[in-house]
C-alpha cells in the first residue's frame, strides 16, 4: 500500500546517500572517554606533559606522554616528585594510583644514581604499557590528550575525506610504528610524541632513501642516555598516508639512534604530528590522522623564530 511505500523508498533513498558519502571517522561518545587531559605548561617546547592524579590527591602525577617509550620510566628526581621513595636495590617498578581507576607502574632507573640522572635531564615518562590499554587521541589544537575505552570506540578500517587518513600500524615493545615513502622509499618510523623534530631518519635510512648531505656543520643532540652527534638534510618529499609534504628537513644521526626498535631508526616527532588530530589504536593496530589546518609547518627540531640560524642546541629529544 502508498503509506508502506513512501517509508521504504525513503529509507532506501538514505541508505543509497549513506553509502555514496565518504567514509568519515565518527567522534566517540561521551561514554567512550575515560579521561580528558589538558597538556600543561611545561619549561622545554613540544612535550605533551599531563597530570594522571586521582580527584582531591594531594600530589600531582605529571609525565610526559611518550609513545616512543615502552614503559613508563622516571629518573630519580622525577621520582622522588611523584612521590616515590627510590631504593636502589629495588627491581620491580614503582606503582602509583590514576584517575583512571588503574595504576601506573613506573620503572626508575638507579644504575648510577638513586638521586639523580646520568646526563642531567630529570624526567618521568607515560609510556606504552599504560597507553596501549587505550585509543589515544593527542589533540594538538586543543592542546588536550584523550584516553578511549577501546569497547566502545575504534578507529575504522578506513576512510574516504581528503583530510582523514588511517595507516595499518606495527607494534615493536609496546611502540607503534607506520610506514612512511621517504623520497618515494618506505621507511618504518616509529611514532614517538617524545621527540621534538618532525622527521628523524638514521644516517643509513637517509643514504637508502637518496637524502644528501647538507652544508650544515654537524652538531649534539640530546637523547636520554646522553648527547649524539646529529645533522640536518633536506627530504625533498615524505609521504604519510595521503598527506605529502615536500622540502622537509630531518634530523640525520650518521650513526643510528640509541634504543630504537624500527630497523632504521626512523621516527616521526611532534613537530609533524601536530599537524594532525591523532587517534592511536593499540588493539587494532591503526592510526587515525586529519589534518588540522592552524598548524605551522614542520621545521626540523630548530626553534621556529631560528629556522635559518644555527643548529638547534643540545636538548634532550630522544625516548628511552
Known sequence: MWWYDRPVRGLLLLLALAVAA???????????????LP???????????????????????????????????????????????????KRDPYRRKTLLGRDVQI????????????????????????????????????????????????????????????MPLVLRMNRPAVE??????????????GAQPALILSGKSADTAGVPAGSDPRFQSGSAVGPMLSELRRVDELKLGSFTFTDLRA????????????PGGS??????????LVRIDYERRRVWLK????????????????LDGAPPPAEPAASP
Not at 589546518?293 to 626553534?303: E, F, V
Open 291 to 306: 589534518r588540522n589546518p592552524d598548524a605551522p609547518s614542520p621545521t626540523a627540531g630548530k626553534p621556529r623564530a631560528d
Open 251 to 262: 634530523v640525520v644521526n650518521p650513526h643510528g639512534w640509541y634504543n630504537q626498535v624500527t
Open 107 to 166: 620503572a626508575v632507573d638507579t644504575r648510577y644514581s638513586d638521586t639523580a640522572s646520568r646526563t642531567g635531564w630529570e624526567y618521568a615518562l607515560l609510556g606504552g604499557q599504560f597507553l596501549a590499554e587505550y585509543v589515544v587521541e593527542l589533540d594538538f589544537r586543543a592542546r588536550r590528550l584523550r584516553l578511549l575505552d577501546p569497547d566502545r570506540f575504534e578507529v575504522p578500517e578506513s576512510v574516504d575525506a581528503a583530510d582523514e587518513a588511517v
Open 180 to 193: 612512511l615513502l621517504v623520497n618515494g622509499r618506505p621507511t618504518l618510523a616509529m611514532i614517538d610524541t
Open 39 to 89: 597538556f600543561l605548561d611545561y619549561p622545554e617546547p613540544h612535550r605533551i606533559v599531563v597530570d594522571l592524579a586521582p580527584e582531591g590527591a594531594s600530589r600531582a602525577l605529571r609525565f610526559i606522554v611518550d609513545t616512543g617509550a615502552s614503559h613508563s620510566v622516571a629518573t630519580p628526581r622525577a621520582a622522588a616528585a611523584l612521590g616515590i621513595r627510590v631504593r636502589r636495590q
Open 267 to 276: 621516527v616521526v616527532g611532534y613537530e609533524l604530528l601536530e599537524r594532525f
Open 22 to 36: 565518504p567514509a568519515l571517522a565518527r567522534d566517540p561518545a561521551s561514554e567512550a572517554v575515560l579521561a580528558d
